[in-house]
């Protein structure tokens, strides 16, 4: 089933902002104080479906330059971008779907069309939860809705802040894939889904 993550965003935000406000999305989600890096890695190459260069880690120049939201001719977006737990496998993979054609971006600053930023993470605890954060994150910064296509709640919430405090843990803890998993065990719409906390150490990273 496809478990992805959507944010609609009107307004582009640099890769460091999105990422810095995703750590604080995860800890409050989470309750946590203290969390793991998130890195982002660009061009990664695939082969029919399967990952066969992992890419590269991006430095802060490039973190602070390059914006997520910003789809279109001439834009600065980089199309390919993963986003990794420090010291895991587990891996959130970043689409970009922008529904006006290039033509037609004077079109998009009349109408303010958004762009949708898609997050498909490792089918894992710690993946789905990251890329919920980096979502909500994209929401709210990008001034636009949160979506997802798994049953968390009973009743849709598009409002960043709204699912946030809907969802967030009551107690705190301080093993990130621990409290991943308490996170994704509250919705019990999903039947303890997704089974696996984490990926194992030395598994390939497959959100593609």
């Known amino acids: 089933m496809s478990v992805d993550l959507v944010a609609t965003m009107r307004v582009p935000v640099p890769v460091d902002g999105l990422v810095a406000t995703a750590r604080e999305t995860l800890a409050r989600l989470l309750g946590m104080g203290t969390l793991p890096v998130i890195h982002v890695i660009a061009d ?12 590269r880690r991006l430095g802060p120049r490039e973190l602070g330059a390059v914006l997520v939201g910003a789809c279109g001719a001439g834009s600065p977006t980089e199309r390919d971008l993963a986003f990794r737990v420090a010291g895991a496998q587990d891996t959130v993979g970043l689409i970009m779907w922008d529904p006006c054609e290039p033509a037609d971006q004077e079109a998009r600053q009349e109408h303010r069309e958004p762009v949708h930023a898609v997050f498909s993470p490792t089918r894992t605890c710690v993946g789905v939860v990251t890329a919920t954060a980096l979502a909500l994150a994209a929401g709210s910064l990008g001034g636009g809705e949160f979506g997802a296509e798994i049953s968390m709640l009973e009743s849709a919430e598009s409002d960043p802040a709204r699912m946030i405090e809907l969802t967030r843990l009551r107690d705190r803890g301080d093993d990130f894939p621990a409290r991943c998993e308490r996170f994704m065990r509250q919705f019990t719409r999903l039947n303890g889904w997704p089974r696996d ?3 194992p ?3 390939g990273a497959g959100a593609g």
């Open 44 to 55: 990664r190459v695939f082969d029919q479906g399967c990952l066969v260069d992992e890419g």
């Open 201 to 203: 150490p030395h598994a």
């Open 197 to 199: 906390v984490r990926l």
